[in-house]
């Protein structure tokens, strides 16, 4: 079964250092998306991604977030500068059409000490 | 916006039980999914079920968008079945994205 690959799995990162979370999603999928859950709380939708710009973003997704597909495979989420409050698992999915079913990637957990 | 909630929140079993869980939206809904998040962490999709019934196995899951809710049915349950379960849901218009419920924690006991 096609599945959404996600690197690196755990990423340990200093405050105010700029991070890059990596994704491949399934190849003839559309739409892309990040998700975020800090432990032990929901899941939450950052961005959603079509047709090479952002087609919806949540308040979490401020100035200091980028998305970015930068070749025909890869989807890349960016902070700028990391805060302590950014510690979580970050989980990318992609949808063939905007109406599927997400397949969920299996994650980055991003630690930022 | 839409409420999510999903009942019990927490749940034990022993392994060979059958549970029955819950999810309740506040709005109308056109897709709904089911995850289950395995102790790494990752989530792993069991449905795609904006309506009416399916199964898989042990696992079967029922909508009825009419009445606002889902439920997750998981027979003779077994240890790998622990974990977090989440229902997401995408609302009927405005938006492609999808709303994740709060969760329930289920542990199987050997």
């Known amino acids: 079964e096609p599945e959404v690959t996600q690197t690196p799995s755990h990423q340990v990162t200093q405050m105010g250092q700029e991070v890059i979370l990596r994704c491949v999603p399934i190849s003839n999928h559309l739409y892309f998306y990040w998700y975020r859950q800090i432990l032990g709380q929901k899941v939450e939708f950052l961005v959603s991604f079509y047709n090479n710009e952002i087609s919806e973003k949540s308040e979490i997704f401020d100035d200091q977030f980028s998305v970015e597909r930068p070749d025909g495979s890869n989807f890349t989420l960016k902070i700028r500068s990391t805060k302590l409050e950014d510690s979580a698992m970050y989980f990318c999915?992609?949808?063939?059409?905007?109406?599927?079913?997400?397949?969920f990637g299996s994650g980055t957990r991003l630690t930022v000490v | 916006g839409i409420q999510v909630e999903q009942s019990p929140p927490d749940l034990i079993l022993q392994e060979g039980a059958n549970s029955t869980l819950r999810c309740n939206f506040s709005d109308s809904v056109n897709n709904l999914q089911w995850f289950h998040q395995n102790p790494w962490g990752q989530l792993i999709n069991l449905f795609y079920i904006p309506s009416g019934t399916k199964q898989n196995g042990r696992l079967s899951a029922t909508t009825v968008a009419t009445e606002r809710y889902s439920l997750l049915y998981i027979s003779s349950s077994q240890t790998t079945d622990s974990g977090v379960y989440f229902c997401?849901?995408?609302?009927?218009?405005?938006?492609?994205?999808?709303?994740f419920g709060t969760g329930t924690r289920l542990k199987v006991l050997a």
């Open positions: 999915a992609s949808s063939e059409q905007a109406r599927d079913g997400y397949t």
């Open positions: 997401a849901v995408r609302v009927t218009s405005g938006t492609y994205k999808y709303i």
